[in-house]
């Protein structure tokens, strides 16, 4: 578990960085996101967002495996992804 979290938060970090965007700096809030991907990757066995519904169409449902399909989108317009662990430097 404490070894998942570190892998996702790492992944998350550099993925961020890879993209000139930061990840949530609010401490208690990035650690609820990125536990809900861990409980997801653990129970589901894919990195699935803890922010949305999963339809249990596994096709369907890769759309929303993280980084998913909607948060470069999400990003441009609202200034974060619809879980607030992406966000946009300005
Ligand atoms: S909304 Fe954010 S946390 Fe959720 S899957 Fe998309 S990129 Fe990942």
Redesign the pocket.
């Known amino acids: 578990m404490q070894k998942m979290r570190a892998e996702i938060l790492s992944w998350a970090q550099q993925y961020a960085e890879e993209n000139g965007w930061v990840l949530n700096p609010d401490p208690v809030v990035l650690d609820a996101?990125i536990r809900g991907?861990v409980r997801n990757q653990m129970k589901k066995g894919e990195r699935y967002?803890?922010?949305?519904i999963m339809t249990g169409e596994p096709e369907a449902d890769t759309a929303?495996i993280?980084?998913?399909r909607?948060?470069t989108d999400?990003i441009a317009s609202d200034g974060h992804?619809?879980?607030n662990?992406?966000f946009d430097h300005s």
């Open positions: 996101v991907l967002c803890p922010c949305r929303i993280c980084p998913c909607y948060h999400e992804c619809h879980c662990l992406f």
